[in-house]
């Protein structure tokens, strides 16, 4: 699904044809690497695709299964204390594809992993999941957005 396309160019190859790029920018507002790469056309419609393929989406290093970091074992132990429905649950491991690892970061304009995204709204990180599971707003949140396991009876 998020392909690799490698760039036959070298960085220094890049920087020596746009000698404008550091003169232009102050060092003090320049642009680190990652911040300075442009999502690719192919890697953003990934990601939209990817974004809407159920209505909670979680971008996480490793599987709900088999977490990789703390971060992601935890926003996953949010979503299921909170209650959100297996059925309306999606998540993608970064850690199986680096455009995807890197991308995410750019599409969402956050910088670390995991990511969560409900109807196609991102909400942030593990920081703000842990911070709106604490003060009630996450459950107020999957509940209007109708996420949750249906109560029974």
Same mark, same amino acid.
């Given at each position: ?38 999502? %690719? ?30 971060? %992601? ?19 993608? #491991?970064?850690?199986? *594809? ?20 409900? #109807? ?6 593990? *920081? ?15 509940? *209007? ?9």
């Amino acid at each position: 699904m998020f392909s690799r396309t490698a760039s036959t160019l070298s960085p220094a190859f890049r920087h020596s044809t746009r000698p404008w790029f550091h003169a232009a920018i102050p060092h003090s507002t320049r642009l680190t690497p990652l911040q300075a790469r442009l999502l %690719s056309t192919e890697t953003r419609s990934a990601i939209d695709k990817a974004v809407g393929s159920a209505p909670v989406v979680l971008f996480m290093k490793g599987t709900p299964e088999m977490p990789q970091c703390g971060f %992601s074992r935890a926003s996953i132990q949010i979503l299921g204390l909170q209650g959100v429905d297996p059925q309306k649950f999606s998540a993608f #491991n970064v850690l199986e *594809d680096e455009d995807l690892r890197q991308g995410i970061k750019e599409y969402s304009e956050w910088p670390t992993i995991p990511q969560l995204f409900v #109807n196609k709204k991102f909400v942030g990180g593990c *920081d703000i999941l842990m911070s709106m599971h604490q003060d009630g707003e996450l459950a107020k949140m999957l509940e *209007d957005e109708k996420v949750l396991v249906p109560a029974e009876g």
